[in-house]
């Protein structure tokens, strides 16, 4: 299971927010390149990075930041979500260097759209759902709609998407651990993998999600718990891979 780093931007700094709230911020980096080579450093080997303005905004806003940054780590898989809502966005993204893009709320307003675009970009798509109690939420996590994520999961796996990312947003920046047993069932309930995110605060979160990662989970996000370091980036990375040998 990979551990991958988040980097969110928000004007142009490496930023985390508690439960999506856009004034709930926190500052970690001025230099989001340079806080990538940190990770890369620690031995990432994917990058997940957000766009919060775009996400808001509907559209690219840190783009420059992402594109800085996939110039830098060439050889790096990058997975961007935030404002991805057409094809075109996608298409830069793509011959920027990033190697999926991350759709959310156009996946939900728009399902078709997913179809085309994995039609456009085969094996670069890349679905997020966030949650609340099963439920999908959308349009940075204001609007929770009738939608459960197993029913949107697997019309999206028929679409031909690469992975889910799966974000319990009651946990995600909060420090109180990942909802195994919810990523788990939606990992079962698919044949793509399943990406985990939100909520993980230590070396046991690791270890918990490892335990069921045979369900599918092939990958977590990190993100508050290595920039206050209640997790050590490199130690859980090597933790995922003694677990998996």
């Excluded at 990058?78 to 057409?86: L, M, Y």
């Excluded at 319990?168 to 047993?181: K, Q, Y």
């Excluded at 993998?193 to 990958?219: E, F, H, K, M, N």
């Amino acid at each position: 299971m990979l551990l991958i780093p988040a980097i969110d931007l928000k004007d142009g700094r490496c930023v985390r927010l508690r439960q999506g709230r856009m004034e709930d911020e926190t500052v970690f980096s001025d230099d989001p390149v340079e806080m990538a080579g940190r990770w890369v450093a620690a031995g990432a080997r994917r990058l997940h990075l957000v766009d919060l303005n775009g996400a808001f905004a509907g559209e690219p806003v840190n783009g420059d930041v992402i594109r800085a940054i996939a110039a830098a780590f060439p050889d790096l898989p990058i997975q961007v979500g935030g404002g991805i809502r057409d094809e075109r966005t996608i298409g830069a993204y793509l011959e920027a260097g990033v190697d999926f893009a991350i759709v959310g709320t156009q996946a939900v307003k728009r399902p078709e759209f997913v179809g085309e675009a994995c039609r456009a970009f085969p094996g670069h798509l890349i679905v997020g759902l966030d949650a609340k109690d099963g439920m999908v939420a959308i349009d940075g996590w204001a609007t929770v709609t009738e939608h459960r994520v197993t029913d949107l999961a697997r019309r999206f796996e028929q679409d031909g998407v690469s992975a889910i990312v799966y974000t319990d947003i009651g946990r995600d920046g909060m420090l109180t651990g990942p909802n195994v047993e919810a990523t788990a069932a939606l990992a079962r309930a698919i044949d793509i993998p399943v990406i985990a995110s939100g909520g993980i605060t230590g070396i046991d979160d690791i270890r918990a999600l490892c335990q069921v990662a045979d369900a599918g989970i092939t990958g977590a996000i990190t993100g508050r718990a290595i920039y206050e370091g209640t997790l050590d980036f490199a130690e859980g990375q090597r933790l995922a891979d003694e677990l998996d040998s």
